[in-house]
């Protein structure tokens, strides 16, 4: 299965590389989500860490959508999908490699966003970058994960681009709330009293159980 | 290995309100090649996506050696090719990783230039098909279906949009197949049966004749 997931998640990074279409409108949104809500906040330097912490969730989570809305964009462009199901390989590695690919374009997007956010809302100090860096990995997994999911199971639908959001966003709350809670820990601020381990196991516990229930519906949800 | 049969048992497919495909009961026996012939919305794409496993019925059963479609196994998918309507390519990929794509997902080591030669398209092999015009397309589409020699062909209009080479290169690899694969080809061309000495059948408003 993983031979196949990633021989697809090549192709999907492959064509993103050449067409520049999902990095690059996510990273246009997820800059220009930041700059507006530091100028909203008007955020001091240490002045607005929660606020700070919050809004490079959302905008991370958002952003997300974004990607996963185009996540089979390229198999429906030219009915590439019936080769994929037709394709003697478990079907979870359709889902696999796509979720693989989604991991890549949100990492992409991160490794300028986070700098971007950084550099707006803490001229002087900010956050661990270690347990920062940890819980936007885990968090991306989980998205990834999920959301790839939910836009298997959109995919058929005629109005998908409503429904994927409605679908992932409530599955993502427990992302955000651990992310954010990681985030606050790495300003030396609680963190359910354990410092950032206690959300970032959360996060790894949600990444672990929801590998597994993709795992286990991806072949019914892509089949159907 | 014997070529698998394909079996519709009363097969009905439901579109909304539209009922695409009535009843319909075909039997298809191994390595036997049928021209599927009919107009425009008289349901050959709908039939063959049904025996391809890649539509569930709304009643009535569509099988592969005895098998529901939909449920085809990994073992059975690999014996199995489908072409439809669309490519069923990545536009951002060359001709050769397309079916370099192919050959990995199917596990199988293919010779793609002898493939890409074979339709013709070994000067374009490293060009995106982004640019590619729909015989050319076409051409592609047809590699990558027979590429991996299955046993079961399901074609959906395959001579769309070819040439006078194109269509003697779709004749040829038809031909080739006849007694070693099953074939189910819908077709607008009413001569295609007799220069593949195939059985034809006729559908029309979703009813086989």
Sequence with gaps: MIGPALALA????????????????????VAATIVIVH??????????E??????LWAAIVFTAVLGLLRSFAAEAEAGALDALLLAPVDRASIWLGTALAQFGFLVAVEVVAVPVWWLLFFQEGGPDPVPLIAALVLADVGIALVGTLAAALALGARTRDVLLPVLVLPLVIPIVLAGVTATYA??????GGFGPIGPLGFLALYDLVFLALAWGTSEHLLGD | MQAPAVTLEECSKRFGERLALRKATLAVEPGETVVLLGPNGAGK??????AAGLLRPTAGRALIDGTPAVDAPRALRARMAYAGHASQLYRGLTA???LALHARLHGRDLELDRLLADVGLADRADERIDG???????????????GHDPALLLLDEPASGLDADGRALLD????????RRTQLVASHDADLPQRLGARAIRLDAGRLA
């Design chain 2, 132 to 146: 590619f015009s729909r015989g050319m397309l076409q051409r592609l589409a047809l590699a990558r279906a027979t």
């Design chain 1, 10 to 29: 090549r192709v999907k990074l492959v064509l993103e590389l050449r067409r520049r279409e999902v990095v690059f409108a996510m990273l246009l949104f």
């Design chain 1, 39 to 48: 100028f909203a906040l008007r955020a001091d330097a240490g002045a607005g």
């Design chain 2, 45 to 50: 794409s709908t039939l063959l996506r049904l």
């Design chain 2, 96 to 98: 050769r990783e397309n």
């Design chain 1, 186 to 191: 790495a300003f030396g601020e609680e963190g």
């Design chain 2, 172 to 179: 040829r690899a038809l031909l080739d197949g006849r007694d």
């Design chain 1, 50 to 55: 929660r606020a700070a912490a919050g809004m």
